[in-house]
């Protein structure tokens, strides 16, 4: 599979580009097995969300392992998708409980649009096998994406144990108390089924951002509306 990297913006500028990607890139192609998702999908969270729009940030794992599921934004599936993911069915439920309701389908488009940038720490997966690429060297991108949007204010939402573990390479202030000049840190348990009920359900993190936007001056995120 070859990886396309075009049509990146500023986003083309981050040292991953030329100092890791080649060697990833020579691993994936060598790599025998189905890759998801498909290599103009690969870097599609940053080519829908221009590093200069970005106003929230939620991390992902890497790319859902079911063919026909992922097209390269974390948590999102393609439309046409059912049942959806336990993952991200339990974020519908926690929308459902904070907002009152959610998106008709998975297909989280229409939130990069909006600011959103949904990155996964890792951005291909052979078919079947989740954390399949986890060791090649994927997470310096990640790295080096929440280092630069930490240069203003952000919302980051970090679900589980491994987004929390990126925390320090968000750079700027962690102070959410301050709308004017720090983040907004949402951290809790992931969505999945194993631990959403340890934190996750009844953290309301959708609300949460909208009303820190709102503090700052700043439209809303439309979550349910596509």
């Known amino acids: 599979m070859s990886l396309s990297n075009a049509n990146l913006g500023d986003w083309a500028r981050?040292?991953?580009?030329?100092?890791?990607?080649?060697?990833?890139?020579?691993?994936?192609e060598k790599?025998?097995?189905?890759?998801?998702?498909?290599?103009?999908?690969?870097?599609?969270a940053l080519k829908r969300t221009p590093r200069a729009n970005v106003r929230v940030v939620i991390l992902g794992q890497d790319p859902y392992p079911t063919p026909g599921h992922a097209h390269g934004l974390s948590f999102s599936v393609e439309p046409h998708?059912?049942?959806?993911?336990r993952s991200l069915n339990n974020i519908f439920?926690?929308?459902?409980?904070?907002?009152?309701?959610?998106?008709?389908?998975?297909?989280l488009r229409f939130w990069a649009d909006q600011g959103v940038l949904l990155l996964n720490t890792?951005?291909?997966?052979?078919s079947g096998e989740a954390n399949g690429?986890?060791?090649?060297?994927?997470?310096?991108?990640?790295?080096?994406?929440?280092?630069?949007?930490?240069?203003?204010?952000?919302?980051?939402?970090l679900w589980g144990k491994q987004a929390q573990s990126l925390?320090?390479?968000?750079?700027?202030?962690?102070d959410g108390t301050n709308p004017e000049n720090g983040h907004l840190m949402i951290e809790t348990a992931h969505p999945s089924p194993l631990s959403a009920r340890r934190g996750?359900?009844?953290?309301?993190?959708?609300?949460?951002i909208n009303t820190w936007l709102a503090e700052r001056g700043e439209p809303p995120i439309n979550w349910t509306d596509a």
């Open 93 to 107: 439920k926690e929308m459902i409980d904070d907002l009152g309701s959610a998106p008709l389908t998975g297909d």
């Open 133 to 157: 690429h986890k060791n090649l060297g994927w997470q310096k991108l990640s790295h080096q994406v929440l280092s630069a949007v930490s240069d203003k204010p952000c919302a980051f939402v």
């Open 122 to 126: 890792v951005l291909t997966v052979p």
């Open 81 to 85: 998708v059912k049942p959806l993911p």
């Open 167 to 174: 925390a320090p390479y968000i750079s700027s202030p962690k």
């Open 200 to 208: 996750f359900f009844g953290s309301k993190p959708f609300s949460r």
């Open 31 to 44: 790599d025998e097995r189905d890759i998801l998702p498909s290599g103009s999908d690969v870097f599609a």
């Open 14 to 28: 981050l040292p991953f580009f030329s100092d890791d990607l080649p060697a990833i890139a020579v691993a994936v």
